[in-house]
């Protein structure tokens, strides 16, 4: 014969209260660790955050109202225990083109590579490669500038002396492909600085497989754009921009 357990008024009270207690403390843990946006975000959404932020800091820029930031001995000591910099910027090595200063950043916020020409050679690449692999950076910025020299350089020919030829080799594709389009003079130029920062942020995923896995695996973004030295405002470059 089965046995009946027999749930007194009492008995059913405890049981009653004892979930009540299970549920706020489960409701009480939710609270005290919610789960937030960022947690969830994915590296594609945390690079167009970045964007953003970066072109926003641009227009501070660009209004001549950049924003406080901390430069003190106490941003400096949180440094020291590592770095976590929200994009990867190669840039031209122009002095007038300092890409913390255009986009309105402090220490510790950017990866910046710079180069003539905003080129990609094997140290460039593996600068790079580093910032995207091992500090997990989720956007890489490619950015040419106004009146490059070194674009300047590989348009009007030559013999390039010592190790600048090695610049101009990276250059000339986009010089060749711009030429073809019969413009001269400064449009030439600009198509060129243009093309080439297209070409440059195209070619990374072709020469690094680190660059092209995580690009895959949609963990990187990469984007070109175009500084203006007259103005201080960045231009974001689409494919069409690319002759």
């Known amino acids: 014969m089965k046995s009946r357990i027999r749930v007194t008024p009492l008995v059913a009270a405890a049981l009653l209260m004892s979930l009540a207690v299970s549920a706020n403390r489960s409701w009480s843990a ?3 660790h919610p789960v937030t946006t960022e947690a969830v975000a994915s590296p594609l959404m945390k690079a167009d955050e ?5 072109m926003d800091g641009n227009q501070h820029f660009v209004s001549g109202q950049p924003a406080q930031k901390d430069i003190g001995s106490v941003r400096r000591t949180e440094l020291v225990k590592g770095q976590s910099p929200s994009a990867v910027v190669l840039s ?3 002095s007038r083109v300092p890409p913390e200063l255009i986009f309105d950043q402090g220490l510790g916020d950017l990866f910046v590579i710079r180069v003539a020409g905003n080129v990609a050679d094997p ?11 091992h500090i997990h950076v989720p956007l890489i910025i490619v950015m040419g500038h ?4 070194a674009v300047s350089a590989t348009i009007q020919g030559g013999k390039p002396e010592g190790n600048i030829r090695a ?7 986009a010089v060749r492909r711009v ?8 449009d030439l130029l600009q198509a060129a600085i243009i093309q080439n920062a297209w070409n440059v942020a195209t070619a990374l995923t072709r020469e690094s497989k680190i660059i092209k896995h995580l690009v895959d695996k949609k963990a990187l973004k990469i984007v070109a754009a175009k500084y203006s030295l007259e103005t201080g ?5 689409e494919p069409s921009k690319g002759h």
């Open 30 to 32: 939710e609270k005290a």
């Open 123 to 133: 140290v460039a690449l593996g600068s790079i490669e580093y910032a995207v692999e």
């Open 233 to 237: 405002k960045v231009e974001l470059l």
């Open 92 to 94: 031209c090595s122009d």
């Open 50 to 54: 970045t964007l953003k932020k970066l």
């Open 146 to 149: 106004d009146r490059c020299g």
């Open 167 to 173: 610049i101009v080799r990276k250059i000339a594709p």
């Open 179 to 186: 030429k073809t389009t019969g413009k001269k003079g400064d």
